[in-house]
Each structure stands twice: as structure tokens, then as C-alpha cells.
């Protein structure tokens, strides 16, 4: 009798201790998408989900095409449809048309979509059409470990708009086994008398492009080349221009703005940092692949995860891409913050200071709301919620093609990325770069103003005219620069002013 | 006699018509007098604001028109000879002549965006086929797509490629409704085939050519999906078009009144441009 009760015991013990090893398997037979952790308990896990019931209601999503946000959108829909019952119409648009098909039904009263997908610098736009995230979502655990900075990019004044699925920061990726490459850091040193290793300034990061340019130096049989860059014009090329420009203009001894001064709000962006910056560009025209001045973003991950350049600067895709067991540079590649500058603007003094200066850009990044006039407000918040749960975000920033970033304190953990096949060593400097980024307190944040597509644009019309050889650097920025004035007395200074200040506060580290 | 009641009969036309084309325009210039965009999204009255802006502040506009009149001007002429000389080839008896008209064709029959998707494919730089085959000649790569001034080739290439063929088909239309006698009373005389064509073919053609180049002006000028898909309007400014651009204004950077501005500009400029160019052809093709 005692050794039946101890069985009975043992094998309530034992189904105790192994409930939720039982319990992720049970989803993750169901779902493969998270096999590598099973669910993981919490507020908006499989098991949570399964228990809601959505049955006869219809969710609309619109979000980005398929596969860069587009595909996880779907997947997880369509996972949602299964776990609730609910029916869920996904539909995919392309990345420059999110902001007017939002925006058109927002502005005539309608809400044809019940989420809406689009980029964080939207939120200024977007804010009065979207529901803040109900306080039940925000103080979640996974809201809770979400790091401060992203925090902030979905907020506006204190209230979250965005629900954060994505971080998003530009850094610097570069080919690993060139770099580290003793045979080459000789040549290098012999004939340029110069030390091959991570470029710390942008002008190194030029030299060493320009010196790798054209030539076979992985032995594959192909020409490589120096850099891959997002160049192509109202292809996110400003965020690219603002990457290269933190460096020369964001000066930590002059607070108060780095795209306009704050209190003036007169437009810095023709200011000789800048254009320094895109002078460097310009010299980026000769050590790009055949054809590089075209590049959109598809363009940069498949040229730089094809094995194809040498550096590569812009957000997380890119490497997480070249990372993958299918990647011709699997383990072959490095991250690191984005170079800096010998010397830095000052506006106050109207001088250069000189001295090593480095400025993260946290970029904006893929973010998502709940129409205020959504019919289906709850269900929506439980779907983003799920989209983002632990097993899923696990899941979703191993697969590059799917654009989920970093954007919680567990990411920036070694053992996350090992897991998945990384090297040690990679994973370490990955997470110490995101991690360095998070800390630093001299960081630029998108601009998030009424009007931010025309200043954006205004940019990228006038940089993509100097990398075209239309106009002059100076040219082309103090072009930029008038339609800045212009775009600003249309919309009204103190409505950007206003804006701005809290874009600034986060550069300021006020907030 | 009353015929009053006969004015029933056309309202059902007329109530279509204001629908779809009276009532559009007069939207349009209503909201080019507004300041619609994306922070203040309402139908409020600026005047003329718009068009001050236009006409003293605005050069990108006016380099975008006159790079879409060369862009569309060299392309109708590139697809009338060789439509021409097509629909020439297959007027005559030749063998497989239902074949090869089914041939030139297809061209037009395909999606135009699937299209230059996979001219984009041909021409890229570094990755496309055709630098390939070039390198293999020993020729250096050709900047297809990022030289500014080779992108407008490219961009007038692909626009020939895609719409030569219904140039084609309404000369082709053209030269089978010629009526016989002329041409043998050219035969009798022991006219040439060169100066069958001057004398005879091409004069009573003139009027269909007319045609044909005014329906395809109207048609090149609106180009805009070639543009999007293949070069984005760049490098630079350097293949940017009046519809992309408007575009731009519109549906990227939600200036909704400015760009209604623009395309009431534009729909203006384009009515008397086609105007004078038609009348200017009728006047040097058709001989009295």
C-alpha cells in the first residue's frame, strides 16, 4: 500500500515538475513556429489565447508586404484564427503606401482596418486616429521588459500609442573574416601604412571600402565590393544620411536639437557636419556595387548578406540575414556601433571640435496601433499582445527575413543568439553593440514632427541629387535646408517646436 | 408640340457624366484651394496659394514636365517608326504572318509592372543578366539604372518594349482599311516600293498616324508605373515624371491640396499641348 502511495506521489511530482514542459509541447506540436521553447507562460501566451473566444468576429489588419513584417503579421493571424476562432483578413501593402492607407480612411472618419501597421516616426501623425494601449497591456510582464528607449519611441507624452513589436537602431556591419584576417590586416598595413581593423571614424570606414572595392578578396570567384547603403531616393535613404551624420553633427556639448535648433527651429541640416556628411557619401558613390546608388533596403540585405561587400550599415535585417544557416557568410560577420567622426560640429561657437565623437541612431522602426474607431478593440490588443508574446518574439528575431528586432532587455543576451547557431563571439559583440547603443547618452532619435514625411523627403530629394552629381553637397543641403523653412511656415513652427522638444528631451536624456 | 419631356431621356447620360468626370474636376480644383495634408486634414480655403507656390517656388515641378515631354515625345516617336515598319512587314504576304502578329503583341498584353519588375532584373548593375553578358564581350558595366542620363534610356527602352506593339496594331488596323486603288494604280505606273510608301502609303495613313501619336501622347504622358517600379524616379531627380512626382506629393507626403494643384496644372498644360501638337501634325501630314 506505502509503495503505491509513494508511485502516486512520484508521478503527481513528476507531472508537477514537467507540466510546463508538457504544456509547451503541446503547443508547439501544434504551432512549429515556436518549437525551439514551447509556449512560455504569460498574459497573451497560446495557452492564454486558446481561452478567448473570438468566434463569429473578424479582425483587419493592414500591414506591410510580404516577407519583412508581412509574413509574421500573417503567421500570427493566422495562429490567432486557430487559438480564438476569430476570422482574421490580412492585408499587405507596400512599405511607401502604409502611411496614406491609413492615413486617407483616419482623415474621412472611417476605420477600415482594425490595426495598422507603419513606422514609429508616424506616431505624431497617427496618434489622434489610434487608441493608447489600455493600462492592462502596459503593465504586463513582456511590456515590462521592453527597454526604456523603445518605450519612449511608442510614446507620446507619457501615453503609448504604438504597441512595441520592433527595435530598430542602424549600426555597422562588416565582413568579419577580412577584418580579422592577419594576411590582410598585413597587406593592408603595407600598402596603405595604415591598421585594418572595425572603422572607428567614417573616413576610415572609407578607406578600407574603397581599398576592398573590386577585386575577388574572399576567393569565390566574384568581384566584392566596399559598401552596401540604402541610397536609392524615399527608399528610407534619409535614414541612411542622418547614420552617416550623428557623428559629425550631434554634439553632446550643444543640447537643444540636432535636426533644427529647438529654440529658433531654424533647419541645421545644411550646417558642416552634415554636409560633411554627405560629402562622404558622395565619395560612398565610388565603392558601392555596380549600380549601389540604387540600392533600396531589399537591395543592401541581399547585396551585404550575399557575401557581396565588405560593410554594410543600417538596421538588424541585414545581419540577422547574413547569420542564417543558409547565409553564404554564415558566422563570417561583426557588428559594431556606427563609426564615428575626429571631429564634431559646434553651432554654438560655429567651429569644429575636435576629438573622437560617436552618435547612435535609433531609427525608427516597425510600429503598430489600434484604430480609435475599430469596432473590435479588444480583440485587437489581445492580437498584438499574442504577436508579441515571449515564444513568438523568440522566435520571430532569429528568422531575418521577418524584420522583428531587438527591443527587450532579454535580447541582449548571449545566449539568445547561440541558441540559434551564432558563435560565441559574434553573439557577445551583437548584443554589446545594441547594448552600448541603449547606454550611450549621446543618441539621436527619428524626427517625429507634424509634416515628417515632407522634411524627410525634402532630404532625401536634395542628398539623392548631390549622390546623382546634380548638385554640390552644400548645394544640395542648403536646398534641403529652404524647403525645411518652407515645409515649417506651412505647418507652423511652434506646432513642429512643440513636436520636437519631446524628440529632443529623449536626446537630452530628460526622459 | 411640347418636347420638354425629351430632356428625361438624357438625364440618366448626364447624371453618369457629372458623376464620373464633371464632378472629379470640380473636386479637384476645390481641393487645390485647400491646405489638406496630413496635419490639418480638413477642406479649409487658402485661395491661391497653392498655385503661388507652384508657379514661383516650385522647379522641381517644371524640370519633372520637361523631362516627362522628352521622356514621352521620344518614346511615341521610337514605337510609331518601329510600329510602322512592324505593321508594314506583316501587311504584306508573308509566311507565319498570323504568327508573328500574334508575336509583337504580346508585349502589351503583359502586366506592365510584372514587367519592368523583370526589366529592373535585366538592367540591375551588379546582379542582372545583361551586364553579365556584356562583361563576357569584355564591355565594363553599364550604369543602367544609376547614370542620369542612361537611366532615361533605359526608362524610354522598356517603355518602347511595352507599348510599340499597340502602335502595331492600330497602323496595322490602318494599312488593312487602305483602299486597293491607288496602290495599283502606283503598280501600273512602276512606282517603286520606296515611293509607293512617301506618295502613296504614308499619305493616306496620315490621318490613322494621327491619331495613333495622339492617343499614345496621352497615354506616355501619365507614365508613372515604369518610373516606380524601375528607378523610383532617380538616380537624383534624373527620371522623375509630372505623375510620379505628383505622387510623391500626394500619396508620400500627403499634400493633398498641393497635389490637387498639380494635377489641375497639369490636366490644363495637357489639353492645350495636345491641342497645338495635334493641329501642328494635321498641318505637316495631311496635304490638302
Same mark, same amino acid.
Given at each position: 500500500?506505502?509503495?503505491?502511495?509513494?508511485?502516486?506521489?512520484?508521478?503527481?511530482?513528476?507531472?508537477?515538475?514537467?507540466?510546463?514542459?508538457?504544456?509547451?509541447?503541446?503547443?508547439?506540436?501544434?504551432?512549429?513556429?515556436?518549437?525551439?521553447?514551447?509556449?512560455?507562460?504569460?498574459?497573451? *501566451?497560446?495557452?492564454?489565447? *486558446?481561452?478567448?473566444?473570438?468566434?463569429?468576429?473578424?479582425?483587419?489588419?493592414?500591414?506591410?508586404?510580404?516577407?519583412?513584417?508581412?509574413?509574421?503579421?500573417?503567421?500570427?493571424?493566422?495562429?490567432?484564427? !486557430?487559438?480564438?476562432?476569430?476570422?482574421?483578413?490580412?492585408?499587405?501593402?507596400?512599405?511607401?503606401?502604409?502611411?496614406?492607407?491609413?492615413?486617407?480612411?483616419?482623415?474621412?472618419?472611417?476605420?477600415?482596418?482594425?490595426?495598422? /501597421?507603419?513606422?514609429?516616426?508616424?506616431?505624431?501623425?497617427?496618434? &489622434?486616429?489610434?487608441?493608447?494601449?489600455?493600462?492592462?497591456?502596459?503593465?504586463? !510582464?513582456?511590456?515590462?521588459?521592453?527597454?526604456?528607449?523603445?518605450?519612449?519611441?511608442?510614446?507620446?507624452?507619457?501615453?503609448?500609442?504604438?504597441?512595441?513589436?520592433?527595435?530598430? &537602431?542602424?549600426?555597422?556591419?562588416?565582413?568579419?573574416?577580412?577584418?580579422?584576417?592577419?594576411?590582410?590586416?598585413?597587406?593592408?598595413?603595407?600598402?596603405? %601604412? &595604415?591598421?585594418?581593423?572595425?572603422?572607428?571614424?567614417?573616413?576610415?570606414?572609407?578607406?578600407?571600402?574603397?581599398?576592398?572595392?573590386?577585386?575577388?578578396?574572399? %576567393?569565390?570567384?566574384?568581384?566584392?565590393?566596399?559598401?552596401?547603403?540604402?541610397? !536609392?531616393?524615399?527608399?528610407?535613404?534619409?535614414?541612411?544620411?542622418?547614420?552617416?551624420?550623428?557623428?559629425? *553633427?550631434?554634439?553632446?556639448?550643444?543640447?537643444? %536639437?540636432?535636426? /533644427?535648433?529647438?529654440?529658433?527651429?531654424?533647419?541645421?541640416?545644411?550646417?558642416?557636419?552634415?554636409?560633411?556628411?554627405?560629402?562622404?557619401?558622395?565619395?560612398?558613390?565610388?565603392?558601392?556595387?555596380?549600380?549601389?546608388?540604387?540600392?533600396?533596403?531589399?537591395?543592401?540585405?541581399?547585396?551585404?548578406?550575399?557575401?557581396?561587400?565588405?560593410? @554594410?550599415?543600417?538596421?538588424?535585417?541585414?545581419?540577422?540575414?547574413?547569420?542564417?544557416?543558409?547565409?553564404?557568410?554564415?558566422?563570417?560577420?561583426?557588428?559594431?556601433?556606427?563609426?564615428?567622426?575626429?571631429?564634431?560640429?559646434?553651432?554654438?561657437?560655429?567651429?569644429?571640435?575636435?576629438?573622437?565623437?560617436?552618435?547612435?541612431?535609433?531609427?525608427?522602426?516597425?510600429?503598430?496601433?489600434?484604430? !480609435?474607431? @475599430?469596432?473590435?478593440?479588444?480583440?485587437?490588443?489581445?492580437?498584438?499582445?499574442?504577436?508579441?508574446?515571449?515564444?513568438?518574439?523568440?522566435?520571430?528575431?532569429?528568422? %531575418?527575413?521577418?524584420?522583428?528586432?531587438?527591443? &527587450?532587455?532579454?535580447?541582449?543576451?548571449?545566449?539568445?543568439?547561440?541558441?540559434?547557431?551564432?558563435?560565441?563571439?559574434?553573439?557577445?559583440?551583437?548584443?554589446?553593440?545594441?547594448?552600448?547603443?541603449?547606454?550611450?547618452?549621446?543618441?539621436?532619435?527619428?524626427?517625429?514632427?507634424?509634416?515628417?514625411?515632407?522634411?524627410?523627403?525634402?532630404? =532625401?530629394? =536634395?542628398?539623392?541629387?548631390?549622390?546623382?552629381?546634380?548638385?554640390?553637397?552644400?548645394?544640395?543641403?542648403?536646398?534641403?535646408?529652404?524647403?525645411?523653412?518652407?515645409?515649417?511656415?506651412?505647418?507652423?513652427?511652434?506646432?513642429?517646436?512643440?513636436?520636437?522638444?519631446?524628440?529632443?528631451?529623449?536626446?537630452?536624456?530628460?526622459? | 408640340?411640347?418636347?420638354?419631356?425629351?430632356?428625361?431621356?438624357?438625364?440618366?447620360?448626364?447624371?453618369?457624366?457629372?458623376?464620373?468626370?464633371?464632378?472629379?474636376?470640380?473636386?479637384?480644383?476645390?481641393?487645390?484651394?485647400?491646405?489638406?495634408?496630413?496635419?490639418?486634414?480638413?477642406?479649409?480655403?487658402?485661395?491661391?496659394?497653392?498655385?503661388?507656390?507652384?508657379?514661383?517656388?516650385?522647379?522641381?515641378?517644371?524640370?519633372?514636365?520637361?523631362?516627362?515631354?522628352?521622356?514621352?515625345?521620344?518614346?511615341?516617336?521610337?514605337?510609331?517608326?518601329?510600329?510602322?515598319?512592324?505593321?508594314?512587314?506583316?501587311?504584306?504576304?508573308?509566311?507565319?504572318?498570323?504568327?508573328?502578329?500574334?508575336?509583337?503583341?504580346?508585349?502589351?498584353?503583359?502586366?506592365?509592372?510584372?514587367?519592368?519588375?523583370?526589366?529592373?532584373?535585366?538592367?540591375?548593375?551588379?546582379?542582372?543578366?545583361?551586364?553579365?553578358?556584356?562583361?563576357?564581350?569584355?564591355?565594363?558595366?553599364?550604369?543602367?539604372?544609376?547614370?542620369?542620363?542612361?537611366?532615361?534610356?533605359?526608362?524610354?527602352?522598356?517603355?518602347?518594349?511595352?507599348?510599340?506593339?499597340?502602335?502595331?496594331?492600330?497602323?496595322?488596323?490602318?494599312?488593312?482599311?487602305?483602299?486597293?486603288?491607288?496602290?495599283?494604280?502606283?503598280?501600273?505606273?512602276?512606282?517603286?516600293?520606296?515611293?509607293?510608301?512617301?506618295?502613296?502609303?504614308?499619305?493616306?495613313?496620315?490621318?490613322?498616324?494621327?491619331?495613333?501619336?495622339?492617343?499614345?501622347?496621352?497615354?506616355?504622358?501619365?507614365?508613372?508605373?515604369?518610373?516606380?517600379?524601375?528607378?523610383?524616379?532617380?538616380?537624383?531627380?534624373?527620371?522623375?515624371?509630372?505623375?510620379?512626382?505628383?505622387?510623391?506629393?500626394?500619396?508620400?507626403?500627403?499634400?493633398?491640396?498641393?497635389?490637387?494643384?498639380?494635377?489641375?496644372?497639369?490636366?490644363?498644360?495637357?489639353?492645350?499641348?495636345?491641342?497645338?501638337?495635334?493641329?501642328?501634325?494635321?498641318?505637316?501630314?495631311?496635304?490638302?
Amino acid at each position: 500500500m506505502k509503495t503505491i502511495k509513494n508511485y502516486v506521489v512520484a508521478l503527481i511530482s513528476a507531472l508537477l515538475v514537467l507540466s510546463p514542459v508538457a504544456y509547451a509541447d503541446k503547443w508547439s506540436d501544434q504551432f512549429p513556429h515556436i518549437k525551439a521553447t514551447g509556449d512560455i507562460p504569460g498574459e497573451c *501566451s497560446y495557452e492564454a489565447m *486558446s481561452k478567448k473566444n473570438y468566434k463569429g468576429k473578424t479582425l483587419k489588419i493592414n500591414t506591410h508586404a510580404v516577407p519583412v513584417m508581412g509574413e509574421p503579421t500573417a503567421l500570427h493571424a493566422e495562429q490567432f484564427a !486557430k487559438l480564438t476562432g476569430a476570422k482574421v483578413d490580412v492585408t499587405h501593402t507596400p512599405a511607401g503606401d502604409l502611411y496614406a492607407k491609413a492615413m486617407v480612411p483616419f482623415q474621412a472618419g472611417q476605420a477600415p482596418y482594425d490595426i495598422v /501597421f507603419g513606422f514609429s516616426n508616424f506616431i505624431n501623425d497617427w496618434k &489622434r486616429y489610434l487608441e493608447p494601449v489600455p493600462k492592462k497591456y502596459v503593465e504586463m !510582464k513582456q511590456m515590462q521588459d521592453v527597454t526604456p528607449s523603445h518605450i519612449g519611441i511608442a510614446s507620446w507624452d507619457g501615453v503609448m500609442y504604438q504597441f512595441p513589436v520592433d527595435g530598430d &537602431r542602424h549600426y555597422l556591419k562588416y565582413r568579419k573574416d577580412v577584418i580579422d584576417n592577419p594576411e590582410y590586416q598585413k597587406k593592408y598595413k603595407a600598402d596603405t %601604412g &595604415r591598421e585594418l581593423r572595425v572603422p572607428q571614424t567614417w573616413k576610415e570606414y572609407g578607406e578600407m571600402a574603397a581599398y576592398f572595392n573590386g577585386w575577388d578578396w574572399d %576567393g569565390d570567384g566574384e568581384k566584392e565590393y566596399g559598401s552596401a547603403e540604402v541610397m !536609392k531616393k524615399d527608399d528610407l535613404m534619409y535614414a541612411a544620411f542622418y547614420s552617416r551624420s550623428a557623428a559629425y *553633427s550631434k554634439n553632446p556639448k550643444t543640447p537643444g %536639437g540636432f535636426f /533644427f535648433d529647438l529654440k529658433t527651429m531654424k533647419p541645421l541640416i545644411n550646417n558642416p557636419g552634415f554636409v560633411e556628411a554627405l560629402t562622404d557619401w558622395v565619395a560612398a558613390t565610388k565603392y558601392v556595387p555596380p549600380g549601389g546608388i540604387n540600392f533600396g533596403l531589399g537591395d543592401e540585405i541581399g547585396s551585404f548578406g550575399g557575401g557581396q561587400t565588405l560593410f @554594410s550599415f543600417s538596421w538588424d535585417d541585414a545581419f540577422v540575414a547574413a547569420m542564417q544557416p543558409d547565409s553564404p557568410i554564415n558566422n563570417k560577420v561583426g557588428a559594431a556601433q556606427l563609426p564615428g567622426a575626429m571631429k564634431v560640429w559646434n553651432r554654438s561657437t560655429n567651429s569644429w571640435d575636435e576629438g573622437f565623437n560617436q552618435a547612435p541612431f535609433f531609427v525608427w522602426g516597425w510600429a503598430v496601433g489600434v484604430a !480609435k474607431k @475599430s469596432k473590435e478593440k479588444e480583440m485587437a490588443f489581445d492580437y498584438l499582445c499574442f504577436f508579441a508574446n515571449e515564444a513568438n518574439h523568440q522566435a520571430d528575431i532569429g528568422i %531575418g527575413r521577418f524584420g522583428v528586432n531587438p527591443f &527587450r532587455n532579454d535580447d541582449f543576451k548571449a545566449d539568445v543568439w547561440t541558441q540559434i547557431g551564432w558563435d560565441k563571439d559574434i553573439a557577445q559583440s551583437y548584443v554589446d553593440t545594441l547594448a552600448q547603443m541603449e547606454e550611450s547618452k549621446n543618441r539621436v532619435f527619428p524626427l517625429r514632427v507634424p509634416g515628417t514625411f515632407e522634411f524627410n523627403a525634402a532630404l =532625401a530629394t =536634395a542628398a539623392a541629387k548631390a549622390l546623382a552629381g546634380q548638385l554640390s553637397p552644400q548645394a544640395a543641403l542648403d536646398e534641403a535646408a529652404k524647403q525645411w523653412e518652407d515645409i515649417l511656415n506651412r505647418v507652423g513652427k511652434d506646432n513642429v517646436r512643440a513636436a520636437y522638444s519631446v524628440g529632443v528631451a529623449m536626446e537630452d536624456n530628460k526622459l | 408640340m411640347n418636347f420638354k419631356h425629351k430632356y428625361v431621356f438624357l438625364f440618366p447620360g448626364l447624371f453618369v457624366l457629372i458623376g464620373i468626370l464633371i464632378f472629379p474636376i470640380i473636386f479637384t480644383i476645390r481641393l487645390s484651394l485647400s491646405g489638406w495634408n496630413s496635419y490639418t486634414p480638413e477642406m479649409n480655403f487658402i485661395g491661391i496659394t497653392n498655385y503661388i507656390r507652384l508657379f514661383t517656388d516650385d522647379p522641381r515641378f517644371w524640370e519633372s514636365f520637361f523631362r516627362l515631354s522628352f521622356l514621352s515625345v521620344t518614346t511615341v516617336i521610337l514605337q510609331y517608326i518601329i510600329g510602322f515598319a512592324l505593321a508594314l512587314i506583316v501587311w504584306r504576304e508573308i509566311k507565319f504572318k498570323r504568327f508573328f502578329r500574334v508575336i509583337f503583341l504580346i508585349p502589351m498584353m503583359t502586366t506592365p509592372v510584372i514587367m519592368t519588375v523583370i526589366w529592373r532584373t535585366f538592367f540591375h548593375e551588379s546582379l542582372g543578366p545583361v551586364n553579365d553578358l556584356l562583361g563576357n564581350l569584355g564591355v565594363e558595366p553599364i550604369l543602367w539604372l544609376s547614370d542620369p542620363v542612361i537611366a532615361k534610356f533605359t526608362v524610354i527602352i522598356v517603355e518602347v518594349w511595352q507599348w510599340t506593339p499597340f502602335m502595331f496594331l492600330l497602323l496595322l488596323a490602318g494599312l488593312l482599311s487602305l483602299p486597293k486603288e491607288p496602290f495599283l494604280a502606283a503598280a501600273i505606273d512602276g512606282a517603286s516600293p520606296f515611293r509607293k510608301f512617301v506618295y502613296v502609303t504614308f499619305p493616306l495613313m496620315a490621318p490613322i498616324s494621327i491619331g495613333a501619336i495622339i492617343i499614345r501622347l496621352i497615354e506616355a504622358s501619365k507614365i508613372m508605373d515604369t518610373v516606380f517600379v524601375l528607378t523610383s524616379g532617380g538616380p537624383g531627380t534624373a527620371t522623375e515624371t509630372s505623375s510620379f512626382y505628383i505622387y510623391i506629393k500626394g500619396l508620400r507626403e500627403f499634400q493633398m491640396g498641393y497635389a490637387a494643384t498639380l494635377s489641375f496644372t497639369y490636366l490644363v498644360i495637357m489639353i492645350i499641348s495636345l491641342t497645338i501638337i495635334a493641329k501642328v501634325l494635321t498641318k505637316l501630314m495631311i496635304k490638302e
